[in-house]
C-alpha cells in the first residue's frame, strides 16, 4: 500500500502566517457592513404556489462583530401570528471564499445554514442550503437571494418542491430606519 508523501514539516513562523491569512477581514468583509442598523421589515410568506401571501412587519438590528468579521442581525415580528423572534449570523470564510451563514429562532430548534457568493456588482448574495420541512419530515433544498439597494435591501427565499421547481416562499424588504 503506498502513502502519501508527508508535507514538509513547516517552522512555527509559517505556520503562523498560515494562520493569520485566514484570520484577518478583507474586502469581502466590507459587504457585511451593508446589514448594520437598524431597518423596519415588510413581510411576505406564502405557503404553497398560487397563495395570497400573508403578510406582517418586523424590525431588525444588525451588528458587526470580531473587529467586523461577521455581522449579527436580530430579527424581531410575528409570524403566523405569534410573536417571532430570530437572529442570523454572516461571515466571509476565507479558506471555503464563500459567505456563510446561520439562521436560529423562537420557532424551531433548528439551526438553519447557507452559504454562497456576491454576484459581479457586490450587491447580490446567492446563498444554498438545507432546511428541514416538518410536515414532509425531510430536508429540502432552499436558495436565498439578498439584494442591497440604497437604504434598503430584499430577502427572498426560494423552496425546491417535490417536482423539482423553485417556489419563492417568503420576502423581507427591510427598509433603514432613519
Given at each position: 500500500?503506498a502513502y502519501p508523501?508527508?508535507?514538509?514539516?513547516?517552522?512555527?513562523?509559517?505556520?503562523?502566517?498560515?494562520?493569520?491569512?485566514?484570520?484577518?477581514?478583507?474586502?469581502?468583509?466590507?459587504?457585511?457592513?451593508?446589514?448594520?442598523?437598524?431597518?423596519?421589515?415588510?413581510?411576505?410568506?406564502?405557503?404553497?404556489?398560487?397563495?395570497?401571501?400573508?403578510?406582517?412587519?418586523?424590525?431588525?438590528?444588525?451588528?458587526?462583530?470580531?473587529?467586523?468579521?461577521?455581522?449579527?442581525?436580530?430579527?424581531?415580528?410575528?409570524?403566523?401570528?405569534?410573536?417571532?423572534?430570530?437572529?442570523?449570523?454572516?461571515?466571509?470564510?476565507?479558506?471555503?471564499?464563500?459567505?456563510?451563514?446561520?439562521?436560529?429562532?423562537?420557532m424551531s430548534t433548528?439551526?438553519?445554514?447557507?452559504?454562497?457568493?456576491?454576484?459581479?456588482?457586490?450587491?447580490?448574495?446567492?446563498e444554498t442550503g438545507?432546511?428541514?420541512?416538518?410536515?414532509?419530515?425531510?430536508?429540502?433544498?432552499?436558495?436565498?437571494?439578498?439584494?442591497?439597494?440604497?437604504?434598503?435591501?430584499?430577502?427572498?427565499?426560494?423552496?425546491?418542491?417535490?417536482?423539482?421547481?423553485?417556489?419563492?416562499?417568503?420576502?423581507?424588504?427591510?427598509?433603514?430606519?432613519?
Amino acid at each position: 500500500m503506498a502513502y502519501p508523501q508527508e508535507k514538509k514539516q513547516m517552522s512555527q513562523q509559517d505556520m503562523m502566517a498560515q494562520m493569520m491569512k485566514y484570520a484577518m477581514p478583507t474586502k469581502e468583509h466590507d459587504f457585511l457592513k451593508s446589514c448594520v442598523g437598524d431597518w423596519d421589515v415588510e413581510v411576505k410568506s406564502w405557503m404553497k404556489p398560487g397563495d395570497e401571501p400573508a403578510m406582517s412587519k418586523g424590525t431588525m438590528k444588525g451588528e458587526l462583530f470580531f473587529d467586523g468579521r461577521y455581522v449579527k442581525c436580530n430579527f424581531d415580528g410575528m409570524m403566523m401570528a405569534q410573536p417571532f423572534k430570530g437572529m442570523q449570523i454572516i461571515g466571509y470564510d476565507l479558506f471555503q471564499k464563500k459567505y456563510v451563514g446561520f439562521w436560529i429562532d423562537n420557532m424551531s430548534t433548528n439551526f438553519y445554514l447557507s452559504s454562497g457568493t456576491l454576484d459581479a456588482s457586490g450587491k447580490v448574495l446567492t446563498e444554498t442550503g438545507m432546511r428541514p420541512d416538518p410536515m414532509a419530515g425531510a430536508m429540502k433544498k432552499v436558495k436565498i437571494v439578498t439584494t442591497h439597494m440604497d437604504g434598503k435591501f430584499k430577502y427572498e427565499m426560494f423552496r425546491t418542491e417535490p417536482d423539482g421547481k423553485e417556489f419563492k416562499s417568503m420576502e423581507l424588504m427591510y427598509s433603514r430606519k432613519m
